[in-house]
């Protein structure tokens, strides 16, 4: 990563050095915490794409364009370098490919088809139901036991 010297620092003083080093530590430690990405497309969700902004570029109806950076993690505002912070787990009886996290794209929480399920929060993909238990709706989050006398012969229903 390639950090730019203050416009007022020559490249021989001391203090120039250190504050150029302090500044690529907190980039560095921004960027461990930020959440990764390998797409723009994965940084458009809630608390990434939709920061207020007031001048005229890169803003887009008064929010911020997020982008994925070049070090592969999400950002928000390219001229201060503020990464977006990882987005919430999906809920349970949901599922998102990759880490479990409502991200943008492909990586969106989805709901668990019927016959398969979720039963906690970041699950990255769904459970179908063992032999004797079903779920009907999608969203859920847990199996039922066939009624006495039936059996699941099909995904999702009890004959």
Known sequence: MRVK???DCKRSTVSCVALSVLVAASLVDSVQAAYSCTSDSQCQYE????QPCSSPSPCINGKWRSWCSNV????WNVQNWQFCDAPPPCDAGQYSIGDGKNG???YTCRSCGAGKHASSAG???CTSCTAGKYIADSGSTACT??????YSAAVGVCG
């Open 123 to 125: 699950s990255t993909a």
């Open 47 to 50: 608390g990434c794409n939709d």
């Open 145 to 150: 036991s066939c009624d006495a006398g039936k």
């Open 5 to 7: 010297r203050p416009p």
């Open 72 to 75: 592969r993690v999400c950002y």
């Open 104 to 106: 943008g794209g492909d």
